[in-house]
């Protein structure tokens, strides 16, 4: 009996052995578990307040459009001007009083530009702002930004909060609002799919065929993209002999402009039935890509209804 008695109890002790065991590695597994899904959720939590920001921004560029009273003009300085206001030369700006007298002819000033009013509300919270960028269809429906700082953007917000998205920019030497050969628009290539995280979907032929038109507004004009090129490619070296397409801006000869024309279309993985001739301006696309080292990925689109 004495004998039972001692092998139920080295049983027992073996049992609670056991069970402390495996509460221990219950509650190992737990902790484990735990950190395994902290960046989960970490991501899905940045996912969800960029996707707030946008529509914060989306909904402050349609309240912007109903809301804003008409005839007032917005200087590229960002200075708003009454209606009905003039300058001492009879420009908008500033009120006469006093005598009038009747001028001699002189030559008019260049009208200053006059801003979208849907871009007014959204340029005044920030002055990077210089243009939209969308594609009807997709994801992409983002402000285009620019400012002295070209990696600025890469990983702030519009609101200037820090953001691993970033913001859709242009560089610094980029002049979007007078003429010029190419915009290069830079954006991250986010594997939830915002900012360019879809632009890859243009490989495919059939995908280019439901969204070949871009929209780009600056600031004071709607400007419309047909897309010329679809392409990989990477960063290289700068003295490499190689085709780099982010060098290029401006096309002051035919020759130049050829170039660059030959070289996207070469590369291109389908022909888009789009063509261009010297005197036409671009738009280019450009995300990271993985297929190489510092790859990326690029569309060009060739600016529809006018020519530079």
């Known amino acids: 009996m004495v004998i039972g008695l001692m ?11 056991e069970k402390r065991r495996f509460r221990f590695l219950g509650r190992l597994l737990f ?12 991501e899905y939590y940045l996912s969800v307040e960029h996707q707030r920001e946008q529509k914060r921004l989306k909904e402050s560029l349609l309240s912007a459009e109903q809301t804003i009273t008409p005839g007032r003009t917005v200087t590229p300085e960002g200075t708003v001007m009454p209606e009905g206001s003039i300058t001492p030369g009879g420009a908008p700006g500033t009120e006469q009083t006093g005598p009038t007298s009747v001028p ?16 007014e509300r959204l340029y005044a919270e920030n002055h990077d702002l210089v243009a939209w960028l969308s594609i009807e269809g997709t ?40 003429p010029g050969t190419n915009f290069i628009i830079y954006g991250h290539n986010m594997k939830d799919g915002a900012m360019f995280g879809n632009l890859e979907l243009y490989q495919k032929e059939s995908y280019f065929l439901e969204h070949p038109v871009i ?14 090129a679809v392409f990989r490619s990477q960063v290289y070296r700068q003295d490499e002999n190689v085709f780099q397409y982010y060098q290029f801006y401006e096309a002051d000869t035919p020759e130049e402009f050829a170039s660059f024309y030959q070289n996207i279309k070469s590369l291109s993985l389908y022909d888009t039935g789009v063509t261009a001739e010297f005197g036409d301006t671009f738009l280019t696309l450009s995300t990271c890509a993985y297929h190489v080292e510092d790859g990326r990925f690029v569309v060009v689109a060739k600016r529809a209804g006018r020519k530079e």
Do not use: W
């Open 7 to 17: 092998k139920s109890r080295q049983k027992g002790m073996r049992f609670m052995k």
């Open 139 to 178: 994801e992409i429906d983002y402000p285009v930004m620019q400012c002295g700082d070209d990696e600025y953007y890469l990983n702030h917000s519009f609101y200037r909060k820090e953001s691993k998205y970033g913001c859709l920019y242009v560089r610094e030497r980029a002049d979007v609002h007078t």
């Open 104 to 119: 001699l002819p002189t030559e008019e000033p260049a009208a200053e530009p006059v801003m979208l009013k849907r871009f």
């Open 215 to 228: 929209s780009f507004d600056t600031l004071y004009e709607e400007r419309r993209y047909e897309i010329l």
């Open 31 to 42: 902790v484990l578990a735990a950190l395994c899904l902290l960046p989960l959720c970490r």
